[in-house]
């Protein structure tokens, strides 16, 4: 049982590049999220769905598209990378109310 | 929306002592309070939570604290070893049903 599985784990983009992030999760959950760790700053939520078919923005979803390709899978597109958007990234999936399992996260450097 | 503050940011304490890190929160309509451990390098991991009609959760060397008039739940290790050390973080649902993140505390168990 992998939970929640992130690809790449680690990249580095020039500023104005563009990439997506891959996640894929096997527990059955409907709701996955996409969140941003910075020192000091905790966890912030990008976008989320809560079902397949359907995505939101969260806190901070400037800069960014998400893609909910179906149950298992649900990725985040950097369109044209910033400096501003160096970070890890986690995604993360649940059922409704409950908790999210998180995947192992993606190392992102835009220089 | 709602605020979550998280004291102390770090925490050194001796192997056997226990350690108390808390976390307030503004949005009296918060019902789910979970906490995570973040290990250098990994992804958070649900480690324990607690809903809005419990006042106590245990679970081994672990327990979780609300108080809801107060607005504010707190986390218990009793007999700290070693691989306590990481970084531990409470998060709150907001009035979407989404969770909002404390800041961390880095807590540093010492032999």
């Known amino acids: 049982n992998a939970g929640v599985t992130q690809t790449p784990k680690f990249q580095v983009l020039k500023t104005g590049q563009s990439m997506t992030l891959q996640c894929a999760q096997d527990?059955?959950?409907?709701?996955m999220y996409w969140y941003r760790q910075d020192p000091g700053m905790g966890l912030r939520l990008i976008y989320y769905?809560?079902?397949?078919?359907?995505?939101d923005k969260g806190e901070v979803p400037n800069g960014y598209n998400v893609s909910r390709l179906n149950k298992r899978e649900f990725s985040l597109r950097l369109e044209s990378a910033a400096p501003s958007q160096t970070s890890v990234y986690f995604c993360a999936s649940s059922v409704e109310g409950g908790g999210p399992t998180f995947g192992s996260g993606t190392r992102l450097t835009v220089v | 929306g709602e605020n979550v503050e998280q004291h102390p940011s770090t925490l050194s304490v001796q192997e056997g002592d226990s350690a108390v890190i808390k976390c307030t929160y503004s949005?009296?309509?918060?019902?789910?309070f979970p906490w995570y451990k973040q290990e250098l390098g990994k992804g958070p991991q649900l480690i324990i939570d607690?809903?809005?009609?419990?006042g106590e959760k245990k679970d081994q060397r672990i327990a979780v604290t609300l108080n809801k008039t107060a607005k504010h739940f707190s986390l218990h290790i009793t007999e700290t070893q070693p691989e306590d050390s990481a970084v531990y973080f409470c998060?709150?649902?907001?009035?979407?049903?989404?969770?909002?993140f404390g800041a961390g505390t880095q807590v540093v168990v010492t032999p």
């Open positions: 998060a709150v649902t907001d009035s979407w049903g989404k969770l909002q």
């Open positions: 949005d009296s309509a918060s019902n789910y």
């Open positions: 527990m059955n959950h409907n709701s």
């Open positions: 607690i809903r809005s009609n419990v």
């Open positions: 769905s809560a079902s397949e078919g359907t995505t």
